[in-house]
């Protein structure tokens, strides 16, 4: 059975970190590129980063380039995403997601809540 | 990294069907045949229901169709259920390993 499984959201403080992570199984985490996307409070969904197999190449969407870390560990069939200097609009559920060739999300969970507030 | 184009909402009568819209630009949908089609019920972990346009994956009911025409996608539900009432998003390939989300379209069934 797939499952992935995300935590490590919580109440933060402006300017503060956390560490996401994305616990993986059934779904051969080491051969595939893996994502996160976000929501909002009463918005869309939004990607905000990917990691390839290997941990080699990292892509982000702009509002978080400098903010954000993607990683993961193969052995332990894990994904994170440090997320650091922590804004009042990154408040959102974090979803991570398997990705497959032909662009798109296959396996989902069901998220972990980040809200940054004072 | 503005996101796709979509209806806030779109709403049909049990057994008819709707169409859904995601307009982006040639440097997504228009430029790569990598659009997908996510269910979300709110509280619950997205649904992929359409890939590469117009792909249903297994256990996906036949129900949901894609298809394509220039920057534009489109998802059809036909047969229109209460259970199909929920958020749907449209997702593209960008240029540079990026992605970008659709608006959102949020399904009634009257």
């Known amino acids: 059975e797939v499952q992935l499984v995300e935590s490590g959201g919580g109440l933060v403080q402006p300017g503060g970190s956390l560490r996401l992570s994305c616990a993986a199984s059934?779904?051969?985490?080491?051969?595939?590129?893996m994502s996160w996307v976000r929501q909002a409070p009463g918005m869309g969904l939004e990607w905000v980063a990917n990691i390839k197999e290997d941990g080699s190449e990292k892509y982000y969407v702009d509002s978080v380039k400098g903010r954000f870390t993607i990683s993961r560990d193969n052995a332990k069939n894990s994904l994170y995403l440090q997320v650091n200097s922590l804004r009042a609009d990154d408040t959102a559920v974090y979803f991570c997601?398997?990705?497959?060739?032909?662009?798109?999300?296959?396996?989902w969970g069901q998220g972990t809540l980040v809200t940054v507030s004072s | 990294q503005s996101a796709l184009t979509q209806p806030a909402s779109v709403s049909g009568s049990p057994g008819q069907s709707i169409t859904i819209s995601c307009t982006g630009t040639s440097s997504d949908v228009g430029g790569y045949n990598y659009v997908s089609w996510y269910q979300h019920y709110p509280g619950k972990a997205p649904k992929l229901i359409i890939h590469?346009?117009?792909n249903r994956p297994s256990g996906v009911s036949n129900r949901f169709s894609g298809s394509k025409s220039g920057n534009t996608a489109s998802l059809t539900i036909s047969g229109l259920q209460a259970e199909d009432e929920a958020d749907y998003y449209c997702?593209?390939?960008?240029?540079?390993?990026?992605?970008?989300f659709g608006s959102g379209t949020k399904v009634t069934v009257l």
């Open positions: 997702s593209s390939y960008r240029s540079g390993n990026t992605y970008v």
């Open positions: 590469e346009v117009s």
């Open positions: 059934g779904i051969n985490f080491g051969n595939f590129w």
């Open positions: 997601a398997r990705v497959r060739r032909g662009g798109y999300f296959e396996y």
